[in-house]
């Protein structure tokens, strides 16, 4: 009898390990398409909870330099190289229009890098090491 309860018992906490497994699986993977229609409002669209949840992100429209801080955050890294709780890992720009202005999205060896009309430019996406896909 006892190993029958204690079988039970195992079945019952396996049972609930994969479920809880499952849920985390489900809400660790969001994924988002936005069109951004002015450059640099990107971080109006997303508010702070989704910010560092969204693991996809495929982007239509005009991306700034503010914005490429935004996703750089989102991917883990600010502009200043110090680690973010970003979760993204895929990102489609491939038919976003990158323009010049806004802030930079990064400072390394001392030098802002500011983006440039239609260019993915030095250090854009360095040490985003979440990010598989761009």
Partial sequence: MKSQGLNMKNKITFLITGLLFFIGSIQAQVAVNLNVAAAGTLS????????????????????????IRFI???????????????????????????????????TAFNKAYYTSDNLISDFMFSGCGKLTSV
């Fill in 44 to 67: 109006t669209l997303i508010n702070s909870i989704e910010k560092n949840q969204i693991t996809s992100l495929t982007i239509t429209g005009y991306l700034n330099g503010d914005d």
């Fill in 72 to 106: 750089r955050e989102m991917a883990g890294i600010d502009v200043n190289g110090k680690v973010t709780s970003g979760a993204l890992t895929e990102l489609d720009l491939s038919v976003a229009n990158i323009v010049s202005g806004g802030r930079n999205y990064c």
